[in-house]
């Protein structure tokens, strides 16, 4: 009675033990989000991911991958706004602050259109930049929620007084 007794304990040790591995092997899956000062970087396994990479591993859950899709055009969007408006606003500024040291008079049909394209894409660019990272938090959010549910499968063993009892969730 003794030995059964014994090797039933260690047998659903043993579950236990398995079961506990293997969820912390998945849970290394998990994308994590860190703010940054200007954006946030996303890590798995200590490691920088790029948009690449998250839509690499996002590959086999389509709805976090479709978002990632989405935030990587929507970055591309922003970067070529960013740099047309950065464009723009740095010739404006130059042009204005030349004429101003020079004496000269400002030209307002080159400098108030530069002025305002510069504005707008700017402006655009960093509308589109919000996007692509909430799109992209969102998709890791997705990722990981769906991880998280794969995972929720556990052994529940307890000890009463007329046994042990085991208790097995998917």
Do not use: W
Request: glycine share 10%; proline share 1%.
């Amino acid at each position: 009675m003794n030995t059964k007794h014994n090797l039933i304990i260690l047998f659903f040790s043993t579950l236990f033990i398995l079961n506990f591995t293997a969820k912390s092997q998945n849970s290394s899956e998990l994308i994590k989000v860190k703010e940054k000062t200007f954006g946030y970087a996303y890590y798995q396994n200590n490691k920088v991911l790029k948009f690449g990479e998250l839509l690499e591993i996002t590959k086999g859950n389509p709805t976090a991958y479709n978002h990632i899709v989405k935030a990587s055009r929507l970055d591309v969007a922003s970067v070529l706004l960013g740099t047309v408006g950065g464009g723009f606003l740095g010739f404006s500024l130059g042009y204005g602050i030349g004429c101003f040291i020079t004496g000269q008079t400002i030209n307002i049909k080159i400098f108030l259109p530069t002025l305002l394209i510069g504005i707008a894409s700017s402006g655009c660019g960093i509308i589109f930049r919000v996007q692509s990272t909430d799109n992209t938090k969102r998709g890791v959010e997705i990722y990981n929620n769906a991880i998280k549910q794969k995972n929720s499968e556990s052994i529940d063993l307890g000890f009463t007084a007329n046994g042990v009892i085991m208790r097995v969730k998917f």
